[in-house]
Nanobody
Framework: QVQLVESGGGLVQAGGSLRLSCAASGSISIINTMGWYRQAPGKQRELVAVITSDSNTNYADSVKGRFTISRDNALNTAYLQMNSLKSEDTGVYYC?????????????WGQGTQVTVSS
């Protein structure tokens, strides 16, 4: 089992910045992927950014150039620096951790943290 604790959400004005953190604990695999997903009201959950344990990253087109995902493997923590926030970035942000063992994927989600961007 892996537990994820997210922090850093809140209310910010458009153009502002927030930094989200996601701390993982439990049965952490050395090789894993952590990422951030978000869900706006009435919409499906979507990928925001992911980072592998060797720091390869992938971003949604809508956040490229504004958001930066990073991680500290010693702390098993992933971060999402969000700059130039827009109202459309509003939603619940969820941290996800997953790793593979043979042919089985083990995936865990955090409880979510609310990000609200006021225009």
């Amino acid at each position: 089992q892996v537990q994820l604790v997210e922090s850093g959400g809140g209310l910010v004005q458009a153009g502002g910045s927030l930094r989200l953190s996601c701390a993982a604990s439990g049965s952490i695999s050395i090789i894993n992927t952590m990422g951030w997903y978000r869900q706006a009201p009435g919409k499906q959950r979507e990928l925001v950014a992911v980072i592998t344990s060797d720091s390869n990253t992938n971003y949604a087109d809508s956040v490229k150039g504004r958001f930066t995902i990073s991680r500290d493997n010693a702390l098993n923590t992933a971060y999402l620096q969000m700059n130039s926030l827009k109202s459309e970035d509003t939603g619940v942000y969820y941290c996800k951790y997953h790793h593979w063992s043979a042919t089985t994927e083990y995936a865990y989600w955090g409880q979510g943290t609310q990000v609200t961007v006021s225009s």
